[in-house]
């Protein structure tokens, strides 16, 4: 096992899809063990009945998380009740994961202690994250949106506005009983929702894309759909370019992705499927360009399993980085 320490893991909101994930994920993991996880609905329910495999204390309320008795608390807490918690482990001095969106995209009247969370996408902020004790895990159309555009955005490449269409497995709107999710609403339908750019990933997604962009960042224009799968999501993002690529276009992404553990590229104009991402933590890009019009154009294909990429995987690949474990520990 080498000579790395055993972290204690505190997880809010353990009971949701995104919090049995991790629960699994860690189940695995040799280096880490569940202090305790919470659960408003499933308080007293042993972690095995959750997660097979899992070990450590039975579910408790929130309000019975002791701070003091982990080293890293990871909130699966719905958005904008994420915040506060963050805030008492960043004074308790407890490193601190957050996968709600609270974090992400700070403004004017963000705290400083707020301003202190690194942005957790490990392929693009790596050194940071292995320095930080507040950790904003990025959302799922976010993560897959940002590591297929970050080779254009660094280049300059981008023309005019980017249009990404993203669809989902039902499983990215909680666990949450919603009629409009039940098996009979969307069972053989396919369907757009948070169009005109209302949704709220946008925001994040614009921050990443003017953090890496050289010059002004291209508007983007955002449409989510809803798939009839239980998980994953694919990206088609449509890009103006200023001028055509030469040879194969996926070179930019082989060449700046080069040895990550958790990125596969695919070249010669093959695209992903959500079948090459779902139940692992990578994302899967291909790239081709477009014939026949105008002015030069790039389709950018990217897959990312939501629960695993585009949340409690990702979450553990930061997790291992901020307690510098191998970054690639209980995820492949």
Known sequence: MNNYSV????????GGYAGRELLRILAAHPRATIAWATSESEAGTPLSELVHGATGPALVRAADADLAACDCVISCLPHGESAKWMERAHAAGVRAIDLSADLRVPGEATPQWAREAVYGLPELHRERIAGARLIANP????TAATLALAPLFRRGLTAGPVIINA?????????SPKRELLFA??????????????HRHLAEMRSQA????????PDLVFTPHLLPVRRGILETIYVPLHVPLAGDPASLWLDDYAGEPFVQVFSGGRLPSLADVVQTNRVAIGVTAVRDVSS?????????DNLRKGAAGQAVQNLNLMFGWPETEALL
């Open 210 to 217: 003017a953090a890496l962009s050289e010059g002004a960042a």
């Open 167 to 175: 669809a989902s497995g039902v499983s990215g709107a909680g666990r």
């Open 185 to 198: 609403e969307v069972a053989e339908g396919f369907s757009a929702y948070a169009a005109g750019n209302i």
């Open 7 to 14: 972290g204690r893991i505190g997880i809010l909101g353990a």
């Open 296 to 304: 030069p154009m790039l389709i950018v294909v990217a897959a990312i």
């Open 139 to 142: 959302g799922c159309y976010p």
